[in-house]
């Protein structure tokens, strides 16, 4: 089992930065595939980027690619967003989110992954 605690969220004007860190206790932090997801008031959950165990298949979700990037090292169990350029609409809760994965494949579904951390808000002012 992994226990996921998101951090780095806050309050930021649009165009700004921000980094999000999810740190994952518990061991073998490397055999999971892990995503970032987000969920705004009245929608649905939706992935923002995505990585395999190896961090060497990623995945970004169109309506942030070149802005955002997903990131981890392994040896800190710790998994990055990146996010730059950012917009209004990119305001929503943030959740990173971890399965067990032998494949070295990524997963942009939320219903792929079986550990959620409790999210961290991120509020773009115009």
């Known amino acids: 089992q992994v226990q996921l605690v998101e951090s780095g969220g806050g309050l930021v004007q649009a165009g700004g930065s921000l980094r999000l860190s999810c740190t994952a206790s518990?061991?073998?932090?490397?055999?999971?595939?892990m995503g970032w997801f987000r969920q705004a008031l009245g929608k649905e959950r939706e992935c923002v980027a995505a990585s395999s165990w190896t961090g060497g298949r990623i995945f970004h979700a169109e309506a942030v690619k070149g802005r955002f990037t997903i990131s981890r090292d392994n040896a800190k169990n710790t998994l990055y967003l990146q996010m730059n350029s950012l917009k209004p609409e990119d305001t929503a809760v943030y959740y990173c989110a971890a399965v067990r994965d032998s494949t070295g494949s990524y997963y942009y579904r939320p219903d792929n992954y079986l550990y959620w951390g409790q999210g961290t808000q991120v509020t773009v002012s115009s």
């Open positions: 518990g061991r073998s932090f490397s055999s999971y595939a």
